[in-house]
């Protein structure tokens, strides 16, 4: 049974870093696209980051500069490097690998900046 398995979140003040890791078990083959989403109560999941097999990203305005995804491929892992936190990066933040048109998602790690 595939399962991913995040780490790494936390209680952090404005202007802090964290960064957060998953790595996905007993994905073998097919891994194209890694992410990271979050999501805040009464709202809707959003993009965080993705990152393709070729090293493309891509990034929400609102993290660019701030935020760097990056993966491994050989260790099936991603990671997300978040510096400058603001008090809105406040959410869950979950992470989501894309593998033979298949979607897989973490089980969410929270993420909170105090002002």
């Known amino acids: 049974q595939v399962q991913l398995v995040e780490s790494g979140g936390g209680l952090v003040q404005a202007g802090g870093s964290l960064r957060l890791s998953c790595v996905a078990h007993?994905?073998?083959?097919?891994?194209?696209?890694r992410g990271w989403y979050r999501q805040t109560p009464g709202n809707e999941r959003e993009l965080v980051a993705v990152?393709?097999?070729?090293?493309?990203?891509n990034y929400a305005d609102s993290v660019k500069g701030r935020f760097t995804i990056s993966g491994d491929n050989a260790e099936n892992t991603v990671a997300l490097q978040m510096n400058s936190l603001k008090p809105e990066d406040t959410a869950v933040y979950y992470c989501?690998?894309?593998?033979?048109?298949?979607?897989?998602w973490g089980q969410g790690t929270q993420v909170t900046v105090s002002s």
């Open positions: 989501k690998f894309r593998a033979l048109g298949i979607e897989y």
């Open positions: 007993r994905i073998y083959v097919g891994i194209n696209v």
């Open positions: 990152i393709t097999r070729d090293g493309a990203t």
